[in-house]
């Protein structure tokens, strides 16, 4: 049972790039979530999601798309680096009836 | 990747004692908090959740206070121990809301041998 997984782990970009940071959990659980993590400051939330086909802002969603075409996979899309996007994302599941939320290792992106 | 703690209060405990780490929280409509745990270059892990309805909850060697008067939270880890080094975050939830998570600034936690 792998939990949450996060791809790529470590991730340098030039500002105006795009990309995508994958996010898979394989406990069915209908609850996803992307949070960012900066130094001196805890997670934020990005973007939500309560099952397939469903998605809502959190508190920093700006430059963020999301989108969850599955059960499974939670893809985060940035879609013109800032090198204010420099930070560590974190991508988290959980079932619907909570508390506790499991997350991935991380994505450490650096934009440049 | 690395976990935050450049510019985060620190504990610092000897191995054995027990350690209490503090979370003030300002949503008075929180009705769920609950303490993760996060080692360097991991992502958060869960520790123990209390209910807005609780002043106290205990766990393996964890026990969670709750002080809703004042809006503070804590954890209390007994006979601490080197694995129990890593940055501690208290978050809360409104309305059973479990799609958001707002958490605080975190705790590192030194314990030394």
């Known amino acids: 049972n792998a939990g949450v997984t996060q791809t790529p782990k470590f991730q340098v970009l030039k500002t105006g790039q795009s990309m995508t940071l994958q996010c898979a959990q394989d406990?069915?659980?209908?609850?996803m979530s992307w949070y960012r993590q900066d130094p001196g400051m805890g997670l934020r939330l990005i973007h939500y999601?309560?099952?397939?086909?469903?998605?809502d802002q959190g508190e920093v969603p700006n430059g963020y798309n999301v989108s969850r075409s599955t059960t499974e996979d939670f893809p985060l899309r940035l879609l013109s680096a800032a090198p204010s996007q420099t930070s560590v994302y974190f991508c988290?599941?959980?079932?619907?009836?909570?508390?506790?939320?499991?997350f991935g290792q991380g994505t450490r992106l650096t934009v440049v | 990747g690395e976990s935050v703690g450049l510019h985060l209060p620190t504990l610092s405990v000897q191995e054995g004692d027990n350690s209490i780490i503090n979370c003030a929280y300002s949503?008075?409509?929180?009705?769920?908090f609950i303490w993760y745990k996060q080692e360097s270059g991991k992502g958060p892990q869960f520790i123990i959740d209390?209910?807005?309805?609780?002043d106290k909850r205990q766990g393996q060697r964890v026990t969670v206070l709750l002080n809703k008067t004042v809006k503070h939270l804590s954890l209390q880890i007994a006979a601490t121990q080197p694995g129990d080094s890593a940055v501690y975050f208290c978050?809360?939830?409104?309305?059973?809301?479990?799609?958001?998570?707002?958490f605080g600034s975190g705790t590192k936690l030194n314990v030394k041998p």
């Open positions: 949503n008075s409509a929180s009705d769920y």
């Open positions: 978050a809360e939830i409104e309305t059973y809301n479990f799609n958001k998570f707002y």
């Open positions: 988290a599941s959980l079932t619907a009836g909570g508390p506790e939320a499991f």
């Open positions: 406990m069915n659980h209908e609850y």
């Open positions: 209390i209910r807005s309805n609780m």
């Open positions: 999601s309560v099952g397939a086909g469903i998605t």
